[in-house]
């Protein structure tokens, strides 16, 4: 058999990794294939910037379409991310029967049931695992050798630029702002942070792996989705007093039929798994109901790893036009016609503890005011911790109290009470905690 | 397409959970792969125990050759445990052109080799996730998604027995024996708990992840084997004074072609991925050169988990049968014909920081000369402690030395020296430490 020729739209940083790796290591790709893996076609605007890797003569094209109609191309590899050209560039490449491999989270999360429905009526694959996690096989994980469990929760830590400015404010005591900075000075954070730090780029991955555990389509609007810009390093603090780390989790769960679909900031326990994945590392845990909870971990981004995910799903698919099959596997792991669309819960029903800073007068009755508000909307205080004021001259204390499990919509209503009290210096600020994610 | 006809030969508790899991999760397994999957046989001398899982009947046989010879079943699940008649029933299925899906790494870890070359004959399929770490889908992960790689090392907790007793010893301060005798009292080990014990069970994982990660075969005489049944309670508390968690590693790497191939009890970080793997929980943490460090955890053991990876192998191959795929993968994710047999280093020349507990009087000169040995075989010294009797009546005093990095075999001579010395009182203990394991 020939080998297996690829054409590459997209040649970034990313794009170059995986040139980088089809080269480094073809010895081994080929001795686990038996064919080579061949880049026949690059398309981009931009040919002449050099990308640190060597590139055969007639290798690059600005023309999308020297890859669409090279007949010997059989998959394309999409790496010009966001939705537009992207998603033309995938439907196209699909119409003309080739098989698909992505790491653009933010197409799959938005586009992904057309796509998905384009590649069923073609007989083509689309393979995704670089869009999760980086080089961490979790998505092959869950399609592939953990696919006959019901999956009941996924939820993890999903983007390594949160991930280090979070850590970096826990080890230095430090505030969201000053560590923003480091981050983007050290390349872990774009000049414009916004998808990473507001947690887009979280919600974009848990639409993903919804989909995958839960063979379900989720509309990307009902992912509520709360970024980190706003924790301060006072939170971290009360955090660490109360025996927490503040994470930011995405969160996915089905449970009798209902989909959870979250991302925010949370309080977990020290001893939680997550807790000690830090920096730009990644984690992904599940629970399914025979193999119980597993855990993924490594580095969640990155040219390298980023590589091995997507030539490993080239990897998966030249393994099965070798052996001669046809489309092996549907995106989701699920046969097309088995994807449902669950409905998901809204965040007012959702039950959570909570950690509750208020920042209030310190002067008789405000306390009081506080539980009593509380008490009345069926919030029960599990602790609570009044301290001094953080200099003399502050007018107001804070008031931090954790709650036991609450609806949050009876927390907001609760909070918007109390904020109106004229003893309440500012908007309270709240974070979930999760004691028990499962 | 007709459903996938399955033969399963031992019926014993894994089976039990085939069984319940591809009855219980029939719609789920059906709707990824898009036909049933059907145990047509079961074949087990014993067919008249209660399993606890409702089986058709003219389903169970006590003859072997009912599987062999059905020509509709087209996957043979060996689950008969150890090496004969095991490898027998194995061989002779492959011979009658079955794939094979096996938990037994026993067999795999003495006999692979043999095993290997008659499916690559006959071109049918190997599958053996639940070989190592129960459900943790790790092998399919290094043999699929990470395969672009060139994996540097692979180690980690894969007995849930030790684990269990290890981590008890360390939360109650106590012996082996008797934390031992609590786990075979929940279950946890066997009545017989050498294999698990000594490390047996353990080295076994290890030599199906070195052929897997670094396409070798490796004779199983030449993994280093050394359990933990002489890990004591004063063992585990000096290793905490030093900031360190006991746990027994299985350890391989790959470095200039020369394979690393060890399980012994290892001290390793407070703050290390793996110390906080406790309980009957397993990891499993690998380099490549592209994905970086990634780690695997989950239950490593158990029913549920078990089957789990094992109707993930039978989907996976099932998927494949569908797509109309002849033999997708060789058993190592390797080409059969590109396995080698790479060079084991010998444990004399392993390099390793150590942990020493000399029994020693306490009498002038002692430390000068335990040091001065020491210093001969040019072990260094990190640091020491020297502390009072155990009790009033103990004639020795433990002192307790960690040394830098040195050859084991360095390390050996100079303990063969001292231990001559009348003024030590027992043999002296030593652990091997990991300081940076990736």
Chains 1, 2 share one sequence.
Do not use: W
């Not at 929760?153 to 230095?172: A, D, H, K, W």
């Not at 309080?267 to 845990?285: C, E, H």
């Amino acid at each position: 058999m020939n080998d297996i020729q690829i054409g590459l739209i997209g040649f970034g940083n990313i794009g170059a990794g995986v040139v980088k790796l089809l080269r480094e290591n073809a010895d081994v790709i080929r001795g686990k294939v038996g064919v080579g893996i061949v880049l026949k076609r690059i398309a981009d605007l931009d040919i002449t910037t050099d990308r640190g890797v060597p590139v055969d003569a007639g290798v690059l094209t600005t023309s999308v379409d020297d890859i669409f109609n090279d007949p010997d191309i059989s998959v394309v590899i999409e790496l010009v991310g966001g939705y537009e050209p992207a998603k033309s560039f995938v439907l196209k490449a699909i119409e003309k029967g080739k098989h698909i491999v992505t790491a653009n989270k933010a197409l799959l999360a938005l586009h992904g049931t057309e796509i998905y429905a384009a590649a069923d009526r073609k007989g083509v694959e689309v393979q995704f695992e670089a869009a999760v996690g980086g080089g961490i096989p979790v998505l092959t994980a869950i399609k592939g050798n953990l696919a006959a469990n019901n999956v009941t929760s996924v939820f993890g830590i999903m983007n390594g630029t949160c991930n280090y400015i979070l850590t970096r404010m826990t080890q230095e005591g430090a505030d969201f702002t000053a560590m923003l900075q480091v981050a983007q000075q050290l390349g872990y954070a774009e000049p414009d942070p916004t998808f990473d730090v507001e947690g887009v780029d979280t919600a974009h991955k848990l639409a993903v792996l919804i989909s995958l555990c839960f063979g379900t389509r989720i509309d990307f609007k009902d992912i509520y989705t709360e970024g980190i810009s706003r924790i301060s390093a006072l939170d971290v603090k009360f955090a660490a007093q109360f025996g927490y780390r503040i994470k930011l989790l995405a969160i996915g769960k089905c449970v009798d039929g209902v989909i959870e679909a979250r991302v925010h900031p949370t309080m977990i326990p020290l001893d939680s798994p997550l807790a000690d994945i830090n920096g730009v590392f990644n984690a992904i845990r599940l629970s399914g109901d025979f193999v119980g909870p597993v855990m993924f971990s490594g580095r969640g981004a990155g040219q390298n790893p980023t590589a091995s995910a997507i030539v490993g799903d080239l990897i998966g698919l030249s393994r099965s036009m070798k052996a001669g099959a046809g489309r092996r596997m549907a995106p989701l792991g699920f046969l097309d016609d088995q994807i449902t669309t669950l409905p998901v819960k809204p965040m007012s029903e959702m039950v959570s503890k909570y950690l509750l800073r208020f920042s209030a007068l310190d002067k008789p009755g405000v306390l009081a005011a506080i539980t009593g508000s509380l008490g009345t909307h069926g919030i029960s205080i599990e602790s609570m911790v009044q301290t001094a004021r953080e200099s003399a001259d502050a007018a107001a204390v804070p008031i931090v109290i954790m709650t036991h499990e609450a609806r949050e919509g009876a927390v907001l209503a609760a909070l918007a009470e109390t904020d109106r009290c004229d003893f309440i210096c500012e908007a309270t600020r709240f974070i979930r905690i999760e004691d028990n994610l499962e």
